[in-house]
């Protein structure tokens, strides 16, 4: 089974609005992963999470992991058409041996 | 930067063939590994290898063989390719397991007919 969800599977957004990605774990994560594939591209490493309730930004976009570190959210302000794309979460489980890649969120932007 | 090469873009094979996917890094990384992606699935593991000639299972290993004879060399085989191995295949590499981007390659999308 799935072991890292994702929600929403795809969003649309006018540009300029705000877009918001989650991700939901039921075991414990020791650490977490967010990565952008562009359209035909491949899955670029953009940041990584390790500390319960850490919040990292790299310019309109926001990363934050749970209290629990069971959950991740992605948020990004204002969106361009340069943001399109599918944002996958990857959580590597306490005990684990691997990351856990989530199924993804498709991002629209209509300009 | 770290650069990770799949030989082939796209590949048409028939079913039953042996089919070999390669895939090298330029960056002394230790780790390296083999994920297929499926619409609506999201990247699903299928082996890793943390050394030189040694290897680990990952989710989805049935039909699948890999080999690391180099550090910087990783293939997958799929030993009798089937309809359902129809996908796009990723190979990464990294410094370590955890705790470091993992570095992706632009892919094979492998056709089995």
């Known amino acids: 089974g799935q072991q890292v969800m994702q929600i929403p599977q795809y969003q649309h957004v006018q540009e300029g609005e705000d877009f918001t990605t989650y991700c939901n774990s039921s075991t414990t994560l020791s650490n977490i992963q967010w990565y952008k594939q562009r359209p035909g591209g491949h899955p670029v490493f953009l940041i990584q999470l390790v500390k319960s309730g850490e919040v990292k930004k790299q310019k309109r976009l926001t990363f934050q992991f749970g209290e629990a570190k069971k959950n991740s959210s992605l948020h990004i302000t204002a969106t361009q058409t340069t943001d399109v794309g599918t944002y996958f979460c990857a959580g590597f489980l306490v005990g684990g041996n691997q990351f856990y890649f989530g199924t993804g969120t498709s991002l629209t932007v209509i300009p | 930067d770290v650069k990770v090469t799949q030989s082939s873009r796209y590949l048409v094979k028939r079913t039953g063939e042996k089919v070999f996917l390669e895939c090298v890094q330029d960056?002394?990384?230790?780790?390296m590994f083999w994920y297929r992606q499926d619409p609506g699935l999201g990247l699903r593991l299928i082996y890793f290898s943390y050394d030189v000639k040694m290897k680990e299972k990952g989710d989805i290993p049935e039909g699948y063989s890999v080999s690391r004879e180099k550090k910087e060399r990783f293939s997958l085989i799929l030993e009798s390719a089937s309809t359902s191995q129809t996908s796009m295949y990723l190979c990464a590499s990294s410094l370590f397991i955890q705790g470091y981007g993992y570095t992706f390659g632009s892919g094979t999308r492998l056709t089995v007919v």
């Open positions: 960056m002394d990384h230790e780790n």
